[in-house]
């Protein structure tokens, strides 16, 4: 019996070391053999010269051939296609440039506006009376006038006008023939409470040019978003490939215990149940490499979404094989200098502090609004016809201060006023003519005449214009005793 149990044991052993080798053979492999975690797959050299292009070489299939070929990509090839191929970013490129248009429209309210008008009329008709001059009455009316507007930052506003006009008439009464009238007037405005200020009126371009930088941080931000995705997809690829070779490798040694279990079975030194074990344990394996290709597939999809390849390339038939290892770096991490950094760089913290100045902004010119209008408003013109016609009757015209002239007839003063208008005249030269009558007799104890020159409904022909003058300015002449000339009836028309 002593001899027997030590050829058992002797067979056993055997067998258990026939069973061990190839398990030990493998191992020996694995270690030999380079590791694809470990070894940096090298591009060819026309992928590297496609590569600053963003577009990844692909193995020629042979003619006839089903296969498509595998991709190789980078990680930098595959973070340059999604670049450039994701639509997101595309379409956000264009708010930086629609935002600076936003700022030219802004500025446009400051823009000057010059404006020219050219009009010429003739009216023909019957006279009515022996006064008309003529038989057939006829007038020619024409009409140059320019202006140059603009509103200024600080709340105001000013317009020159120039207005230009030719009269031609056959009437015989006419004593100039054609006349000309040339009127230069300058109204300027200023907001004092209301829309007084630059920083209330240069809150629109100032927003707009925050809202064009939040569109480029927001764009930074689109760009950082799709490379950390293309990172993290890629680097799933990488991994779901390892772990296929590791559920391989477990699956062989599933395999390997199996068959040693087996033989130790029939060796007679384990119970039949160690097999039933082995085979459940090689059968989940298996059902583990099932799964590992199937993540494999989906991390290579996910990889082909976001990169996004033209249609035209087939991505979808094709097998990416990564080009990078995954590396291992140790690096000592800083939590305050990197929440620092994190303040400075990150794009989405930058927007919300210009979304901030712009509710800023916003919010002081809302309160400005809530303040009453307030306005200076000034004018100045200069007629010349008037002068002219003051000239030609025979007043000696004096231009002491700008604006306020005096005409002398021998001893006669007289003080004009001129005021010119589309519509009829009010009494705005009767208040200025006072003051100033007042005035010269503080001063020289005389009281001066009063001459009120007047062109109003001047884009009318003087034969068609309706009173010149309002109501409450004649009545307020023939109480101060002032007298009221039309510019068209200084030249005897």
């Given at each position: 019996?002593t001899v027997?149990h030590g050829?058992?044991?002797?067979l056993?052993?055997w067998v258990?070391?026939l069973a061990?080798?190839p398990a030990?053979?493998?191992w020996?492999?694995?270690?030999l053999?380079?590791?694809?975690g470990?070894t940096?797959?090298?591009?060819?050299a026309d992928?590297?010269?496609?590569?600053p292009q963003?577009?990844?070489?692909?193995e020629s299939?042979?003619?006839?051939?089903?296969?498509?070929?595998?991709?190789?990509?980078?990680?930098?090839?595959?973070?340059?296609?999604?670049?450039?191929n994701?639509?997101?970013?595309a379409i956000?490129?264009y708010?930086?440039k629609?935002?600076?248009?936003?700022i030219?429209?802004?500025?446009a309210?400051?823009?000057?506006?010059?404006?020219?008008t050219?009009?010429?009329?003739?009216?023909?008709?019957?006279?009515t009376?022996?006064?008309?001059?003529?038989v057939?009455?006829?007038?020619?009316?024409?009409d140059v006038n320019?202006?140059?507007?603009?509103t200024l930052?600080i709340?105001?506003?000013?317009t020159?006008?120039?207005?230009n006009?030719?009269?031609?008439?056959?009437?015989s009464?006419?004593?100039i023939?054609?006349?000309?009238?040339?009127?230069?007037?300058?109204?300027?405005?200023?907001?004092?409470?209301k829309?007084?200020g630059?920083?209330?009126?240069t809150?629109?371009?100032k927003?707009?040019r925050?809202?064009?930088?939040?569109?480029?941080t927001?764009?930074?931000?689109?760009?950082n978003?799709?490379?950390?995705?293309?990172?993290?997809?890629?680097?799933s690829?990488?991994f779901?490939?390892?772990?296929?070779?590791?559920?391989?490798?477990?699956?062989?040694?599933?395999?390997?215990l199996?068959e040693?279990?087996?033989?130790r079975?029939?060796?007679?030194v384990a119970a039949?149940?160690?097999?039933?074990?082995?085979?459940a344990?090689?059968a989940?394996?298996v059902?583990?490499?099932?799964?590992a290709e199937?993540a494999?597939k989906?991390?290579?999809?996910?990889?082909?979404l976001i990169?996004?390849?033209?249609?035209g390339?087939?991505i979808?038939?094709?097998?990416i094989v990564?080009?990078?290892?995954?590396p291992?770096?140790t690096?000592?991490v800083n939590?305050?200098?990197?929440?620092?950094?994190a303040?400075e760089?990150?794009?989405?913290?930058?927007?919300?502090?210009?979304?901030?100045?712009?509710?800023d902004?916003?919010?002081?010119?809302?309160r400005?609004?809530?303040?009453?209008?307030?306005?200076?408003?000034?004018?100045?013109?200069?007629?010349e016809?008037?002068l002219?016609?003051l000239?030609l009757?025979?007043?000696a015209?004096y231009?002491?201060?700008?604006g306020?002239l005096?005409?002398?007839d021998?001893d006669c003063?007289?003080?004009?006023?001129?005021?010119?208008?589309?519509?009829?005249?009010?009494?705005?030269?009767?208040?200025?003519?006072?003051?100033?009558?007042e005035r010269?007799?503080?001063r020289?104890?005389?009281?001066?005449?009063g001459?009120l020159i007047?062109?109003?409904a001047?884009?009318?022909?003087?034969?068609?214009?309706?009173?010149?003058v309002?109501?409450?300015?004649?009545v307020a002449?023939?109480?101060?005793?002032y007298?009221?000339?039309?510019?068209h009836t200084l030249?005897?028309?």
């Amino acid at each position: 019996m002593t001899v027997f149990h030590g050829k058992v044991r002797s067979l056993t052993k055997w067998v258990m070391l026939l069973a061990v080798l190839p398990a030990a053979v493998a191992w020996a492999e694995d270690n030999l053999s380079p590791s694809s975690g470990q070894t940096r797959v090298v591009l060819s050299a026309d992928l590297g010269r496609l590569a600053p292009q963003a577009t990844p070489q692909v193995e020629s299939p042979q003619p006839g051939s089903v296969d498509v070929g595998d991709l190789r990509l980078s990680l930098r090839e595959a973070v340059l296609l999604a670049l450039k191929n994701n639509l997101d970013i595309a379409i956000a490129n264009y708010n930086p440039k629609i935002t600076a248009e936003s700022i030219t429209i802004a500025k446009a309210v400051f823009d000057p506006l010059v404006s020219l008008t050219v009009d010429a009329n003739k009216t023909v008709k019957p006279s009515t009376s022996v006064l008309g001059g003529a038989v057939v009455s006829s007038t020619e009316n024409q009409d140059v006038n320019a202006s140059l507007s603009q509103t200024l930052p600080i709340g105001g506003s000013y317009t020159l006008g120039l207005t230009n006009n030719r009269l031609n008439t056959n009437s015989s009464f006419a004593r100039i023939n054609p006349a000309y009238q040339t009127t230069l007037t300058l109204s300027i405005t200023q907001n004092l409470l209301k829309n007084f200020g630059p920083d209330v009126n240069t809150a629109p371009i100032k927003i707009a040019r925050n809202n064009q930088a939040i569109s480029v941080t927001q764009l930074r931000q689109q760009a950082n978003q799709v490379i950390t995705s293309v990172n993290s997809a890629y680097w799933s690829l990488v991994f779901a490939i390892e772990n296929l070779e590791v559920q391989k490798r477990s699956l062989r040694l599933a395999r390997e215990l199996e068959e040693l279990n087996k033989a130790r079975v029939r060796a007679g030194v384990a119970a039949p149940v160690e097999v039933t074990q082995a085979e459940a344990q090689a059968a989940a394996q298996v059902q583990n490499v099932i799964l590992a290709e199937k993540a494999i597939k989906d991390a290579e999809d996910q990889l082909k979404l976001i990169v996004n390849i033209p249609d035209g390339e087939r991505i979808w038939t094709r097998t990416i094989v990564p080009a990078d290892a995954a590396p291992f770096e140790t690096a000592p991490v800083n939590a305050e200098a990197s929440i620092q950094e994190a303040l400075e760089k990150r794009p989405e913290y930058a927007a919300a502090k210009l979304t901030l100045q712009n509710s800023d902004l916003d919010l002081r010119v809302k309160r400005n609004q809530l303040l009453p209008s307030l306005q200076f408003q000034g004018s100045v013109g200069l007629n010349e016809v008037a002068l002219d016609a003051l000239r030609l009757i025979g007043f000696a015209v004096y231009d002491r201060d700008p604006g306020a002239l005096e005409l002398r007839d021998g001893d006669c003063s007289l003080l004009p006023e001129i005021e010119s208008g589309e519509h009829p005249i009010d009494l705005a030269p009767h208040y200025r003519l006072r003051q100033r009558i007042e005035r010269e007799i503080e001063r020289r104890g005389v009281a001066p005449r009063g001459l009120l020159i007047v062109n109003g409904a001047r884009l009318m022909p003087p034969e068609q214009r309706a009173p010149e003058v309002s109501e409450a300015l004649r009545v307020a002449a023939e109480t101060m005793r002032y007298c009221i000339a039309p510019t068209h009836t200084l030249f005897g028309a």
